[in-house]
Protein backbone atom coordinates (compact mmCIF):
# COMPACT_ATOMS: atom_id res chain seq x y z
CA UNK A 1 0.00 0.00 0.00
CA UNK A 2 1.40 3.50 -0.95
CA UNK A 3 1.03 6.50 1.84
CA UNK A 4 2.40 10.03 1.38
CA UNK A 5 2.50 11.12 5.04
CA UNK A 6 3.06 14.70 5.66
CA UNK A 7 4.20 16.03 9.50
CA UNK A 8 5.31 19.59 10.25
CA UNK A 9 2.05 21.39 10.45
CA UNK A 10 0.94 23.98 13.35
CA UNK A 11 0.84 27.34 14.81
CA UNK A 12 2.67 30.08 13.90
CA UNK A 13 2.69 33.89 14.69
CA UNK A 14 3.21 36.14 11.45
CA UNK A 15 6.64 36.15 10.33
CA UNK A 16 7.93 32.99 11.48
CA UNK A 17 8.71 29.83 10.11
CA UNK A 18 7.52 26.01 9.51
CA UNK A 19 9.25 23.06 7.58
CA UNK A 20 6.70 20.75 6.30
CA UNK A 21 7.94 17.33 5.50
CA UNK A 22 6.06 14.38 3.28
CA UNK A 23 7.19 10.75 2.91
CA UNK A 24 6.29 8.33 0.33
CA UNK A 25 6.40 4.35 1.05
CA UNK A 26 5.34 1.79 -0.26
CA UNK A 27 6.00 -0.68 -3.11
CA UNK A 28 7.54 2.49 -4.78
CA UNK A 29 10.47 2.63 -7.99
CA UNK A 30 10.92 6.20 -7.75
CA UNK A 31 8.65 9.63 -7.21
CA UNK A 32 8.69 11.82 -10.13
CA UNK A 33 7.12 15.25 -9.58
CA UNK A 34 6.12 15.82 -6.13
CA UNK A 35 4.99 18.76 -4.43
CA UNK A 36 2.78 20.72 -2.26
CA UNK A 37 -0.73 22.34 -2.51
CA UNK A 38 -2.88 23.89 -0.08
CA UNK A 39 -6.85 24.54 1.03
CA UNK A 40 -8.29 27.15 2.54
CA UNK A 41 -11.12 27.49 4.29
CA UNK A 42 -14.37 28.38 1.55
CA UNK A 43 -11.52 28.63 -0.84
CA UNK A 44 -10.38 25.61 -3.66
CA UNK A 45 -7.18 24.11 -3.32
CA UNK A 46 -4.12 25.89 -5.25
CA UNK A 47 -0.99 24.77 -6.05
CA UNK A 48 2.25 26.17 -4.17
CA UNK A 49 4.86 24.33 -5.21
CA UNK A 50 6.31 21.58 -7.57
CA UNK A 51 9.68 19.87 -7.86
CA UNK A 52 10.36 17.72 -10.66
CA UNK A 53 12.43 14.30 -11.03
CA UNK A 54 15.68 16.17 -12.64
CA UNK A 55 14.75 18.90 -9.50
CA UNK A 56 13.71 21.84 -11.24
CA UNK A 57 11.17 24.28 -9.08
CA UNK A 58 8.08 26.36 -9.44
CA UNK A 59 6.03 28.48 -7.00
CA UNK A 60 3.27 30.11 -6.83
CA UNK A 61 3.63 33.84 -7.06
CA UNK A 62 1.86 34.29 -3.68
CA UNK A 63 4.82 32.53 -2.16
CA UNK A 64 8.07 33.08 -4.14
CA UNK A 65 10.47 34.41 -2.30
CA UNK A 66 9.45 33.01 0.78
CA UNK A 67 8.73 29.27 0.65
CA UNK A 68 11.49 26.75 -1.25
CA UNK A 69 10.35 23.40 -2.03
CA UNK A 70 13.45 20.81 -2.01
CA UNK A 71 13.58 16.62 -1.85
CA UNK A 72 15.32 13.63 -0.83
CA UNK A 73 15.40 11.12 -3.87
CA UNK A 74 17.08 8.57 -1.72
CA UNK A 75 14.16 8.76 0.42
CA UNK A 76 11.06 9.64 -1.85
CA UNK A 77 10.61 13.13 0.63
CA UNK A 78 9.68 16.59 -0.19
CA UNK A 79 9.84 19.24 1.75
CA UNK A 80 8.80 22.82 2.13
CA UNK A 81 10.37 25.63 4.00
CA UNK A 82 7.97 28.25 4.56
CA UNK A 83 9.68 31.47 5.96
CA UNK A 84 8.02 34.97 6.62
CA UNK A 85 4.97 33.40 7.32
CA UNK A 86 1.86 35.54 6.78
CA UNK A 87 -1.73 34.93 7.91
CA UNK A 88 -2.84 34.61 4.40
CA UNK A 89 -0.85 31.93 4.42
CA UNK A 90 -3.31 29.69 6.67
CA UNK A 91 -4.73 26.44 5.36
CA UNK A 92 -4.72 22.51 4.93
CA UNK A 93 -1.44 22.11 3.44
CA UNK A 94 -1.38 18.87 0.97
CA UNK A 95 1.34 16.61 -0.77
CA UNK A 96 1.17 15.65 -3.95
CA UNK A 97 3.30 12.77 -5.30
CA UNK A 98 3.21 11.36 -8.96
CA UNK A 99 4.53 7.53 -8.27
CA UNK A 100 5.88 5.03 -10.04
CA UNK A 101 5.48 1.52 -8.85
CA UNK A 102 6.29 -1.91 -9.77
CA UNK A 103 2.50 -2.19 -10.87
CA UNK A 104 2.45 1.08 -12.93
CA UNK A 105 2.16 5.24 -12.66
CA UNK A 106 0.07 6.24 -9.21
CA UNK A 107 -0.80 10.27 -8.12
CA UNK A 108 -1.15 10.20 -4.88
CA UNK A 109 -2.44 12.55 -1.96
CA UNK A 110 -1.04 13.13 1.85
CA UNK A 111 -4.21 13.77 4.41
CA UNK A 112 -3.09 16.53 4.76
CA UNK A 113 -1.29 19.27 7.83
CA UNK A 114 -2.67 22.30 9.31
CA UNK A 115 -0.90 25.13 9.64
CA UNK A 116 -2.48 28.49 11.20
CA UNK A 117 -0.11 31.56 11.01
CA UNK A 118 -1.90 34.13 13.81
CA UNK A 119 -0.91 35.62 16.96
Known amino acids: QVQLVESGGGLVQPGGSLRLSCAASGRILSARNMGWYRQAPGKQRELVATVTSAGSTDYADLVKGRFTISRDFAKNTVYLQMDNLKPEDTAVYFC?????????????WGQGTQVTVSF
Open 96 to 108: NADLLLVSGRMNS
